[in-house]
């Protein structure tokens, strides 16, 4: 469940960040492979390789790391071996078990945005550094301060203090670049120094695993201490920051991951400005519609985003419902809960946005005053208990689920609090559509058809008004564990 959907790699691959490390008296990994060559390439890069490189940096980061303590043999007091084991365990002053400080280093990349000294990364190459030195084209070295960073984007902003005004490149349009267009990589890959790789834009808006995410997908060849790098397009302006990459080895295989510039350059406005991010919040929790669900719904595509709970905030006070599909937000139409949460997040806090609603066939619009999500993590209450469900036990069969009045016993069974209301599915049909669209005995149906339901009577009466709409499927609302979600089931009798 999302809060305001991600795509995860195979467990067979591994998404890695493009960063390469090393701990003095460790090892370092290397890992090789040649990103594809498409065909038709320019005739030459090197007069855009020329005119950028000067504001490309390589990024080294000092880090200090503890060495897990080696604990000493128990030996008699007096024994022969007694000092050698101190010795060796301990150091020459007996310092038995105490871990030992070493310093480690990782390589990284980055970009200049500015003359005056500010510097785009990846958050993971600088997190939790000591020392940050920045090395610049023509081999001088500077120490940068971190600005601001952001980790649901993985983004930091530095700044170093230079005595003339540094080369610098500007963010493009990522938005206006198409697949199949070329890009060129730079860098600082398995710490060799600056380097440029070339390739096509393979795929754009991909979702590895963030709720902000919106990366392009490149064959242009990343590697380890490519991380934090520019993604140009032809005109040289940045349109990614290269961050990741999907590899069944750890070396690039033509699958490389760049955070979009339209996401980048809102996140480095706000770090320059406050240090941190300021994003929007609406409060909502969401899941996407599919074809079933919006067939059950009556609507013509699977789009939006449908709201399964509304906890205490703005989404709340401007009258949005756990059952509502958001179809639109601040005028914008919604393709998907990818879509709203980079939507919600970009917008202003405190501002007035109008939210566009799917509501028992009817688009209703509502006015919501943004709140800040940086302050709503973690704060959201439940809403108020509703009038306590009669003690009676009403059960019944509908479309093939055995449910029945959630009473007080079961409540206390179940562990579920005072303002839950609904029906507790008791059976599950065998071979019943509900079965195979994975509903459980202990699920808690809170709503059909975006009604509320807390008899198998209301059930009954919401499955009958469906199929008096010609609707093949009904929509229910489920709560399992807490956590609520929709599921559409057929309603065709056998």
């Given at each position: 469940?999302?809060?305001?959907?991600?795509?995860?790699?195979?467990?067979?691959?591994?998404?890695?960040?493009?960063?390469?490390?090393?701990?003095?008296?460790?090892?370092?990994?290397?890992?090789?492979?040649?990103?594809?060559?498409?065909?038709?390439?320019?005739?030459?890069?090197?007069?855009?390789?020329?005119?950028?490189?000067?504001?490309?940096?390589?990024?080294?980061?000092?880090?200090?790391?503890?060495?897990?303590?080696?604990?000493?043999?128990?030996?008699?007091?007096?024994?022969?071996?007694?000092?050698?084991?101190?010795?060796f365990?301990?150091?020459?002053?007996?310092?038995?078990?105490?871990?030992?400080?070493?310093?480690?280093?990782?390589?990284?990349?980055?970009?200049?945005?500015?003359?005056?000294?500010?510097?785009?990364?990846?958050?993971?190459?600088?997190?939790?550094?000591d020392?940050?030195?920045?090395?610049?084209?023509?081999?001088?070295?500077?120490?940068?301060?971190?600005?601001?960073?952001?980790?649901?984007?993985?983004?930091?902003?530095?700044?170093?203090?230079?005595?003339?005004?540094?080369?610098?490149?500007?963010?493009?349009?990522?938005?206006?670049?198409?697949?199949?267009?070329?890009?060129?990589?730079?860098?600082?890959?398995?710490?060799?120094?600056?380097?440029?790789?070339?390739?096509?834009?393979?795929?754009?808006?991909?979702?590895?695993?963030?709720?902000?995410?919106?990366?392009?997908?490149?064959?242009?060849?990343?590697?380890?201490?490519?991380?934090?790098?520019?993604?140009?397009?032809?005109?040289?302006?940045?349109?990614?920051?290269?961050?990741?990459i999907?590899?069944p080895?750890?070396?690039?295989?033509?699958?490389?991951?760049?955070?979009?510039?339209?996401?980048?350059?809102?996140?480095?406005?706000?770090?320059?400005?406050?240090?941190?991010?300021?994003?929007?919040?609406?409060?909502v929790?969401?899941?996407?519609?599919?074809?079933?669900?919006?067939?059950?719904?009556?609507?013509?595509?699977?789009?939006?985003?449908?709201?399964?709970?509304?906890?205490?905030g703005?989404?709340?006070?401007?009258?949005?419902?756990?059952g509502?599909?958001?179809?639109?937000?601040?005028?914008?139409?919604?393709?998907d809960?990818?879509?709203?949460?980079?939507?919600?997040?970009?917008?202003?806090?405190?501002?007035?946005?109008?939210?566009?609603?799917?509501?028992?066939?009817?688009?209703?619009?509502?006015?919501?005053?943004?709140?800040?999500?940086?302050?709503?993590?973690?704060?959201?209450?439940?809403?108020?208990?509703?009038?306590?469900?009669?003690?009676?036990?009403?059960?019944?069969?509908?479309?093939?689920?055995?449910?029945?009045?959630?009473?007080?016993?079961?409540?206390?069974?179940?562990?579920?609090?005072?303002?839950?209301?609904?029906?507790?599915?008791?059976?599950?049909?065998?071979?019943?559509?509900?079965?195979?669209?994975?509903?459980?005995?202990?699920?808690?149906?809170?709503?059909?058809s975006?009604?509320?339901?807390?008899?198998?009577?209301?059930l009954?009466?919401?499955?009958?008004?469906?199929?008096?709409?010609?609707?093949?499927?009904?929509?229910?609302?489920?709560?399992?564990g807490?956590?609520?979600?929709?599921?559409?089931?057929?309603?065709?009798?056998?």
């Amino acid at each position: 469940m999302q809060s305001e959907a991600t795509t995860r790699p195979s467990t067979t691959q591994r998404v890695t960040c493009a960063v390469t490390g090393a701990v003095i008296g460790g090892a370092i990994l290397l890992a090789q492979s040649a990103g594809a060559q498409p065909a038709g390439a320019p005739e030459s890069f090197a007069d855009l390789a020329e005119s950028v490189s000067p504001a490309v940096v390589n990024i080294t980061t000092t880090t200090t790391v503890e060495a897990p303590s080696r604990d000493m043999p128990r030996v008699p007091e007096g024994s022969p071996f007694e000092e050698f084991f101190r010795d060796f365990f301990g150091g020459p002053d007996g310092d038995n078990g105490r871990p030992e400080s070493r310093r480690g280093e990782a390589l990284g990349s980055g970009f200049v945005i500015s003359g005056d000294g500010y510097i785009v990364t990846n958050n993971h190459v600088i997190e939790q550094a000591d020392e940050i030195l920045i090395e610049f084209f023509e081999g001088e070295e500077l120490p940068a301060e971190v600005i601001g960073t952001d980790d649901q984007t993985d983004i930091a902003l530095l700044k170093v203090e230079a005595d003339v005004e540094l080369p610098y490149v500007s963010f493009g349009d990522a938005d206006a670049s198409r697949v199949g267009d070329w890009v060129v990589a730079m860098g600082n890959p398995l710490g060799q120094g600056f380097s440029v790789s070339a390739g096509i834009i393979s795929a754009s808006g991909r979702v590895l695993q963030g709720g902000y995410d919106d990366f392009i997908q490149t064959d242009a060849a990343i590697n380890r201490g490519n991380s934090g790098g520019p993604l140009f397009n032809m005109d040289g302006e940045v349109i990614g920051v290269n961050t990741a990459i999907l590899s069944p080895t750890g070396g690039s295989v033509g699958i490389g991951f760049a955070m979009s510039s339209n996401v980048v350059s809102g996140v480095v406005d706000q770090l320059r400005e406050f240090g941190e991010t300021r994003r929007g919040w609406l409060g909502v929790q969401i899941q996407n519609v599919t074809e079933d669900m919006a067939e059950a719904l009556g609507l013509d595509d699977a789009a939006g985003a449908m709201v399964t709970d509304v906890p205490e905030g703005p989404a709340r006070s401007a009258g949005v419902r756990a059952g509502d599909v958001i179809l639109s937000f601040d005028g914008e139409d919604i393709a998907d809960t990818n879509t709203l949460v980079r939507r919600v997040g970009d917008a202003e806090v405190g501002r007035e946005v109008e939210v566009e609603v799917y509501r028992d066939d009817e688009r209703v619009t509502l006015a919501v005053e943004l709140g800040r999500r940086e302050h709503a993590t973690g704060s959201a209450v439940e809403e108020p208990a509703e009038p306590e469900a009669p003690e009676s036990r009403e059960e019944d069969e509908v479309i093939g689920l055995n449910v029945a009045t959630l009473s007080e016993e079961m409540r206390e069974e179940l562990g579920l609090p005072d303002d839950v209301q609904g029906l507790v599915v008791e059976d599950v049909a065998p071979g019943s559509d509900a079965e195979d669209k994975g509903v459980m005995p202990g699920d808690i149906i809170t709503q059909a058809s975006q009604h509320a339901v807390t008899t198998p009577a209301d059930l009954a009466e919401r499955v009958e008004a469906a199929r008096e709409a010609g609707r093949d499927s009904i929509l229910l609302l489920i709560r399992r564990g807490g956590e609520p979600r929709f599921v559409a089931v057929s309603i065709n009798e056998d």
